[in-house]
Nanobody, 121 residues
Framework: QVQLVESGGGLVQPGGSLRLSCAASGSGFSIGVMGWYRQAPGKERDLVATITIGGSITYGDSVKGRFTISRDNAKNTVYLQMNSLNAEDTAVYYC???????????????WGQGTQVTVSS
């Protein structure tokens, strides 16, 4: 019933910026922590940033000072503003959300399909 859809990826030159969005759609659920993760070919999926429903934020070391995560609880949407992009940021970016269904009860993490970010001159 719940779907996470990412948007905003694409090709950008080094030093450029992109803004990713991830919207959760469906009914009969509530959302806890939301976050962004990324995975480059041949590498593990790494934490980019997470944000709680109350606004507490955690960033991965490689993006601190360059990326900003935010969310709009009314829209069930999480955003990732990416600035000062470099080639090492090239990866598929995945949205994750902790989702609880109310009836029947179920709680688990959901993942989006991913959106490609390529940083190249």
């Amino acid at each position: 019933q719940v779907q996470l859809v990412e948007s905003g990826g694409g090709l950008v030159q080094p030093g450029g910026s992109l803004r990713l969005s991830c919207a959760a759609s469906g009914s009969g659920f509530s959302i806890g922590v939301m976050g962004w993760y990324r995975q480059a070919p041949g590498k593990e999926r790494d934490l980019v940033a997470t944000i709680t429903i109350g606004g507490s934020i955690t960033y991965g070391d490689s993006v601190k000072g360059r990326f900003t995560i935010s969310r709009d609880n009314a829209k069930n949407t999480v955003y990732l503003q990416m600035n000062s992009l470099n080639a090492e940021d090239t990866a598929v970016y995945y949205c994750k959300a902790a989702i609880q269904r109310l009836r029947p009860f179920q709680a688990r993490d959901y993942w989006g399909q991913g959106t490609q970010v390529t940083v190249s001159s």
